[in-house]
C-alpha cells in the first residue's frame, strides 16, 4: 500500500496522453489500475464519473484537498478491467453499467446483475462488439429481505404522477421500509452511441436532451468540453451569458422542487405559488430568449443569445419580483408546523454516506458536503462574482429544501451581479477544425455534470460521455427511506428529485 | 399575528387569480388530424370532460416539465374539465412523451392495454411523434406510433403550455362531436 501520494503524483506513474485538456489523461497498466483501486480504499479522492470504449475503461477523478482533476485510462484488450466498485460502492452502478454498454466485465465485483440491459435492445453490449441476442427473458433477482409479517411493494415503471418512470422494489413491516431497491434503465435512449460520429453542433443538441431540467448545464458542460479539446477561447461575454442562463435554470428547477415537496406532503398551495413564481421565469425566458427552458441556447464557442438594455431592465425586474414572492413562499414554509412536522427528521442522509458516495448539489450540501463545480475546480466568470455555497448537516428532507431556498437567493443574487457587470463584445467564437480531447465539469441545480469527449479532425464526435450527478444520488434514496414509512416516500424522492433520463442515458 | 397563509389568500382574493388570460382555441392541426383519425363516427359524448394519463416512455423530462406547467394556477388545465389520474383505468386520454425507448416499450403497450376504450392516444412532443434527436438509435423504437395506435399529436420541443392546452381542447372539441 502507497503512503500519501497526491493524485497526480500517483497517475504519473502512467502513461499522459497527448491533447487531453484541459486536466490530464493517464494510461494505466494492469499493475497501475489495481493500485489505484486499492487506493480507493485509503485516499479520500473521489470518482466523479466511469465509463467504458470498446476496449478501454476511464475514470475521471477529483483529488479531494488539492482540488486535482485528471481522468485515468486503463486499456482492457481481454475485456475485463479489475472493479473499482469493491472499494467505492459509488462506482458499482457505473460499472455495471459498463458491461452492460461496453461488454467489458467488471472483475471482482460481487454485484453482476445488468442495470441498463433490460434485455429488449436485441443485441448484447451495442457500444463495443454488439451481438444479436439470443432471446429469452431477462429475469432480474431483487435483493432479499426476510422476516416475519414482511411484505414486498412493487412500484412502477409507470407511477401515478407526472414523473418518470423507473421501478422501486420496497420491502415493508407494516408501514414500515425495511428495504428499499431501485431498479432503473428504463428510458435509456442509447445516447453516447447517438453522439458517436455526429458533426459538434448536432451532438450538442442531443446533450442538451439528456436530462431535460439540466438542459443549461448540459449545453455548458458540452460547449466547454468541446472548447478544451479544440483549445478554443471565448469571449468574456459568452462565459457571463452563460451564467446568466444557467443560474435561470437554477432558479426555476428550485422553485418548482421547493413546491413539489410541499406538495407531496399534501399542502397544495406551496406548489401553486411557487408554480406562478416560476411561470414567471419561464415567460421571460421565452420572450428575452426564444425558449422557455433554455434548450440550445449555449452552443460550442459561445451562446445563441444576447441581452440588450431593455432585456437588462426587465431581467432586474423579473429578479425583484421573484425575490418579493419568494419571501411569501419562505414564511409560508417557516410558519407552516404541520408542514414542518412532514419534512423535518423525514429521510435522513447520513454525511457519511454522502461523503463516501460523492453526492455533490442540495442532496450533498443538505449532509455536510460542501462541493461545488463552479468553485472547485471553479470556471469562469464564478471566479470573478461573489457568492457562498450554503452547508446544512442534518441531512433530512427539510434541509435538502432549506438548501433549495439560500440557494435561489444566491442565485438571483449572482443574476443581479452578471447583469450589472456583463462584459461587452462578440457572444461566440468560430470552431476550428482540429482533433482532441476534452472534459468539462459543470454545476448544474442538481449537482456536477461531467461530460468527456473525444474529436476527430474532420469536426466530429469520436465518442461522448455526459454523466449526471444523479449517478450518485439514487443510491443514497435507498440508505434514506430506510425506517422511514412508505407514505413518506414521494417526500422523500421529490426531496432528491434525482434525474431519471440523466442517469439512464 | 396574521398567519402568512391567510395573508396569501386574502391577496388573491382582492387581486384575482394567477391564471392567463388570453383565450386558448382548440388547434387547427390537431382538429384536422383527429377528423382523419377518428372519422365522425367515432365520436362520443364526455361530457365535456377528459381524464389523461400521463405515460413518460423515455422522455428527457423536457415535456414532463411543460405538463406541470399545464397544471400550474396560470395555465390551469383543469379549468377546461380537463385533468391528469393516476390509474390508467381512469383514463380517456393517454399522454405519450419521449421516442419510446425499448426498455419502456412493453409498459406503454401494457398501460393502453389497461386503459378502457373508448380511448385515444396523444402523441406529445418530436421524440414521441418520430423519435426526434434520438432516431435510429439500438435502445429506441422510434415514436409512439411504433408500439401503439395513435390519434393526435402536440409537436414541440418541448411544446409550449399554450401548444398543450390548444391540443386537448381540439381532442375535446372532436370527442364532444
Known amino acids: 500500500m502507497m503512503g500519501n501520494v497526491t493524485l497526480l503524483e500517483f497517475l504519473s506513474m502512467g502513461r499522459e496522453v497527448a491533447n487531453h485538456r484541459p486536466w490530464p489523461r493517464y494510461q494505466l497498466d494492469n499493475k497501475g489500475w489495481r493500485a489505484l483501486a486499492e487506493q480507493m480504499s485509503v485516499s479520500n479522492w473521489e470518482i466523479l464519473a466511469e465509463w467504458g470504449e470498446p476496449a478501454e475503461v476511464h475514470v475521471l477523478l477529483r483529488g479531494e484537498d488539492s482540488g486535482a482533476i485528471a481522468v485515468a485510462s486503463h486499456p482492457c484488450p481481454d475485456g475485463s478491467f479489475y472493479a473499482l466498485g469493491q472499494f467505492r460502492p459509488a462506482a458499482i452502478r457505473l460499472e455495471r453499467a459498463i458491461r452492460d454498454l461496453w461488454g467489458l466485465v467488471p472483475e471482482g465485483l460481487e454485484d453482476q446483475r445488468p442495470w441498463l440491459d433490460h434485455g429488449h435492445w436485441g443485441v448484447t453490449h451495442p457500444l463495443g462488439r454488439p451481438r444479436q441476442y439470443d432471446g429469452g427473458r431477462h429475469v432480474y433477482k431483487f435483493l432479499k429481505a426476510e422476516g416475519d409479517g414482511l411484505h414486498q411493494i412493487p412500484v412502477g415503471p409507470v407511477h401515478a404522477g407526472v414523473i418518470e418512470p423507473g421501478h422501486f422494489r420496497f420491502h415493508c413491516q407494516g408501514e414500515t421500509v425495511v428495504r428499499l431497491e431501485e431498479r432503473l434503465g428504463y428510458v435509456h435512449k442509447g445516447i453516447a452511441g447517438l453522439m458517436s460520429g455526429k458533426p459538434i453542433l448536432d451532438a450538442a443538441r442531443i446533450a442538451a436532451r439528456v436530462s431535460g431540467d439540466s438542459t443549461v448545464a448540459y449545453s455548458i458542460a458540452f460547449a466547454r468540453a468541446v472548447e478544451a479539446a479544440l483549445g478554443l477561447e471565448i469571449p468574456p461575454r459568452a462565459h457571463w451569458l452563460r451564467a446568466l442562463l444557467a443560474e435561470l435554470e437554477r432558479v426555476a428547477n428550485h422553485l418548482f422542487d421547493i413546491g413539489a415537496v410541499c406538495n407531496d406532503a399534501a399542502f397544495a398551495i406551496m406548489l401553486a405559488h411557487m408554480g406562478a413564481l416560476r411561470e414567471k421565469l419561464l415567460d421571460s425566458n421565452a420572450r428575452l430568449f426564444g425558449h422557455r427552458l433554455l434548450m440550445d441556447r449555449v452552443i460550442p464557442g459561445g451562446v445563441a443569445v444576447t441581452v440588450d438594455d431593455d432585456a437588462i431592465a426587465r431581467l432586474l425586474a423579473l429578479v425583484a419580483s421573484i425575490r418579493k414572492g419568494f419571501k411569501r413562499g419562505v414564511s409560508l414554509y417557516d410558519q407552516t408546523p404541520s408542514l414542518l412536522d412532514r419534512t423535518t427528521g423525514t429521510g435522513i442522509v447520513h454525511s457519511t454516506l454522502a461523503h463516501r458516495f460523492g453526492a455533490s448539489g442540495f442532496v450533498g450540501r443538505a449532509s455536510s458536503r460542501a462541493v461545488d463545480a463552479r468553485k472547485l475546480p471553479g470556471y469562469p466568470p464564478y471566479d470573478d462574482l461573489d457568492f457562498t455555497i450554503p452547508v446544512l448537516a442534518d441531512g433530512d428532507v427539510h434541509a435538502r429544501v432549506v438548501i433549495r431556498m439560500e440557494e435561489i437567493r444566491i442565485s438571483l443574487n449572482l443574476i443581479e451581479q452578471i447583469l450589472t457587470r456583463l462584459p461587452d463584445g462578440a457572444v461566440s467564437a468560430p470552431l476550428p477544425m482540429r482533433a482532441g480531447e476534452g472534459v468539462a465539469l459543470v454545476e448544474s441545480f442538481r449537482g456536477e455534470v461531467a461530460l468527456w469527449v473525444r474529436l476527430s479532425e474532420a469536426g466530429k464526435v469520436v465518442r461522448a460521455h455526459p454523466h449526471d450527478p444523479s449517478w450518485f444520488q439514487w443510491p443514497l434514496l435507498e440508505a434514506a427511506i430506510e425506517g422511514n414509512i412508505v407514505a413518506d416516500f414521494p417526500l422523500c424522492n421529490k426531496s432528491f428529485n434525482c434525474s431519471y433520463s440523466g442517469h439512464d442515458l | ?177
Open chain 2, 1 to 177: 399575528m396574521i398567519p402568512p397563509i391567510a395573508k396569501m389568500l386574502a391577496r388573491h382574493l382582492i387581486k384575482g387569480p394567477h391564471t392567463a388570460k388570453d383565450a386558448v382555441t382548440p388547434s387547427e392541426r390537431a382538429l384536422r388530424e383527429l377528423a382523419e383519425s377518428l372519422g365522425i363516427t367515432a365520436q362520443v359524448k364526455l361530457g365535456r370532460s377528459l381524464a389523461i394519463r400521463e405515460i413518460d416512455a423515455g422522455s428527457c423530462n423536457g415535456c414532463e416539465l411543460e405538463i406541470h406547467a399545464v397544471n400550474h394556477p396560470v395555465y390551469d388545465l383543469e379549468r377546461f374539465g380537463i385533468k391528469f389520474v393516476a390509474s390508467p383505468r381512469h383514463a380517456d386520454v393517454l399522454l405519450v412523451t419521449g421516442p419510446v425507448s425499448w426498455n419502456m416499450a412493453e409498459a406503454l403497450r401494457r398501460t393502453v392495454e389497461a386503459t378502457p376504450e373508448p380511448r385515444w392516444v396523444v402523441a406529445m412532443g418530436d421524440c414521441a411523434i418520430d423519435g426526434g434527436c434520438f432516431k435510429g438509435s439500438y435502445a429506441v423504437a422510434g415514436g409512439a406510433a411504433a408500439i401503439v395506435p395513435v390519434d393526435m399529436t402536440i409537436p414541440g420541443c418541448p411544446p409550449t403550455p399554450v401548444d398543450i392546452l390548444s391540443g386537448l381542447l381540439a381532442l375535446l372539441e372532436a370527442v364532444e362531436g
